[in-house]
């Protein structure tokens, strides 16, 4: 079968780092991607990953391990304008269809 | 330039009813796919099309269907609605198939079954 892995919920203070966790079990791999979307809105692109390694992208950075199956979205200097809910999604490809799944998100609050 | 846009932006209807959801993707954007999200969970993949060919079906009935126009904007049609069907519907366009390009979402359309 074809899942996807995120803790439902986090909490970090204002200021420091957040790592949010991604494991997944797909039929092919074309593509890791993580959205951000706050309540009540439609998501919008973080970063993508298709390589192993850290992709950096100002106070986001997302790493895939493709061996094994996981992946993290690093958020540094935490603002309070970050709690939302963060998406891993996956495509599968040609060889699993032309879809992409998604995870059911990670709810990440920052406090003050 | 214009994002996706959807309309309608929320729908009410009852069950056994049919309904029609539409989305315009970015100009220049030849992929459209759609999904389905229920509070508290991530979206679920239904369709993508691509050229105006379905390239990906995902877990749903026969009773969920969609079509891509040359002008490129997309519809999705549910026949007889179930209370189940109650979801946010959220269409995103990529530029080419969305396999290794981002997709950008539109607001949606929430629709209620009653």
């Known amino acids: 079968g074809q899942n996807i892995d995120q803790p439902t919920e986090m909490t970090a203070t204002e200021g420091a780092i957040v790592q949010i966790n991604c494991t997944y079990q797909t039929s092919g791999f074309n593509g890791l991607f993580w959205y951000q979307q706050h309540a009540g809105e439609a998501p919008t692109f973080l970063s993508y990953?298709?390589?192993?390694g850290l992709e950096e992208k100002g106070r986001f950075s997302s790493f895939l391990s493709r061996s094994k199956g996981y992946s993290y979205l690093l958020l540094k200097e935490l603002q309070m304008k970050d709690s939302a809910s963060y998406l891993c999604a996956v495509s599968p490809g040609n060889t699993g269809g032309f879809k992409t799944i998604f995870g059911a998100g990670t709810r990440l609050f920052v406090k003050a | 330039d214009a994002g996706v846009t959807q309309s309608p932006t929320h729908l009410i209807k009852t069950r056994g009813q049919q309904v029609t959801l539409r989305c315009s993707p970015i100009s220049g954007h030849k992929s459209v796919s759609w999904y389905q999200q229920v509070l508290g969970q991530g979206p679920q993949f239904i369709f993508q099309?691509?050229?105006?060919?379905?390239?990906g079906r995902g877990n749903f009935p026969d009773r969920f269907s969609a079509r891509q126009f040359p002008n490129y904007s997309s519809e999705l049609n549910v026949n007889a609605l179930l209370l189940g069907d109650s979801a946010l519907y959220l269409c995103a366009s990529s530029l080419e198939i969305a396999g290794a390009h981002e997709q950008f979402f539109g607001p949606g359309t929430r629709l209620t079954v009653l």
């Open positions: 099309y691509y050229e105006k060919e379905e390239r």
């Open positions: 990953n298709v390589l192993d």
